[in-house]
Structures are given as structure tokens and as C-alpha cells.
């Protein structure tokens, strides 16, 4: 497994904007319904490993994705 350090563990709308392509409000929505799938409350963070299981894409993809500005 290849390695990558992690900058951070909390995933944007931002971050999901670069991954699906899709609008900020629609990754908004998304990020939503990652937290109901894993019980979160509105104020807690989704993490890269939440995000990975629920789009079903490799965490090291998703980390990459989130590197670039």
C-alpha cells in the first residue's frame, strides 16, 4: 500500500467539489448525508475515512484530491 501523509482528517464541500466535480451546495448535501449514514451530528466533521467507505474511493484518492489548491 502506498504511503501518504495526511495534512488533515475533516472533508469540505470543497474538497468534494474537486473529487465529484458536482456544485458546492450538492457537496454540501452529500457531506450530509455521510453524516447520517454514520449518526454524526451537524457539528461534527466527516472524516477522509467516512468519506472513502460512503463514495467507495480509496482513501490515499481522496487525500490526494485534498492536497491540491
Given at each position: 500500500?502506498m504511503e501518504v501523509s495526511i495534512s488533515?482528517?475533516?472533508?469540505?464541500?470543497?474538497?468534494l467539489q474537486r473529487i465529484t466535480g458536482?456544485?458546492?451546495?450538492?457537496?454540501?448535501?452529500?457531506?450530509?448525508?455521510?453524516?447520517?449514514?454514520?449518526?454524526?451530528?451537524?457539528?461534527?466533521?466527516?472524516?477522509?475515512?467516512?468519506?472513502?467507505?460512503?463514495?467507495?474511493?480509496?482513501?490515499?484518492?481522496?487525500?490526494?484530491?485534498?492536497?491540491?489548491?
Amino acid at each position: 500500500m502506498m504511503e501518504v501523509s495526511i495534512s488533515r482528517l475533516a472533508v469540505y464541500p470543497a474538497d468534494l467539489q474537486r473529487i465529484t466535480g458536482q456544485s458546492e451546495r450538492t457537496c454540501q448535501r452529500l457531506l450530509n448525508k455521510i453524516r447520517d449514514m454514520f449518526g454524526l451530528d451537524r457539528h461534527q466533521h466527516v472524516t477522509v475515512y467516512q468519506a472513502s467507505e460512503y463514495l467507495g474511493i480509496p482513501v490515499v484518492e481522496i487525500i490526494r484530491f485534498m492536497g491540491r489548491s
